[in-house]
Structure formats: C-alpha cells, structure tokens
C-alpha cells in the first residue's frame, strides 16, 4: 500500500500546480490534462488507501474512535462523487470555453480536496 503521508504529499503539491496554472490569465490546455490526470490518478490512491487504512483500525479502535473513522470513510465517498462530477463538468474544451468559470469551480475543488486531506490527517496520523 503506497505511504498516505506520500500520497498527501504528492496530492497537495499537484493541488499547488493546479492552483497556479488557474492563477494565469487563459488555460495551458496540455499542463492543466497532466495535473488533472495527476490528481485524479493520486485521489484514487489516496481513497484506496485510506480505505484500507480505516477498515484496519476500526477492527481494533474503541467504538468512538472506530465511528468517527467510518464517518471519515463515508465523507470520502461523498468527496469522490463530488469530484467525479467536477471532472465530468468540466472537460478540456468547457474550461478553455469559460476560464474563469472554471477557476473558481476549481478553486472550490482544491479548497474541498485540502479539506479532506486535514480530515485525514488529523484522524489517521496518529495512528501510522
């Protein structure tokens, strides 16, 4: 299983890269397909993991810590639905359509992502 404090790191740095190619006047069709599949491509690791990860210590956790990481697994899911749709809006030639329309989805998006990797963090940490 790939180390989540790697994946959470890779992840954020690649939300950093995305962040600064919305910052520019117009997109980089080509740099902004590599980041996005990046991103994509590093969350389904992530969710895989974090999966594993939660399953394992709810097994051996007391009843309140196990619930709060069920709850952490289902918030994932419902991030991974949220991201799905995101994507799916937003294909290379709607975001060169209304750029700016895009950059604040995505800046929504990456705030989202950042948000749920704190939740992580804070609930699994501790336990690696």
Known sequence: MPDLRQL??????????LAELTA???P????????????SRLSGERRRAVEALCIE?????APPE????????E???????????????WSLRDVVKDWPG???ASARM????????????ALLYPHL
Do not use: F, N, W
Request: charged share 30%; with cysteine.
């Open 8 to 17: 959470h790191q890779s992840l954020t740095q690649s939300i950093e890269a």
């Open 24 to 26: 520019r006047p117009g």
């Open 66 to 73: 196990a619930g709060a990481l069920r709850h952490l697994r």
């Open 102 to 104: 895009y950059c604040a």
């Open 75 to 89: 918030g994932s899911g419902a991030a991974r639905l949220e991201s799905s749709a995101h994507v799916s809006g």
């Open 57 to 61: 210590l709810e097994e051996r956790l």
């Open 28 to 39: 980089d069709e080509a740099a902004l397909a590599t980041v996005r599949y990046r991103l």
């Open 110 to 121: 990456r705030r989202s992502m950042l948000d749920q990797i704190d939740r992580e963090k």
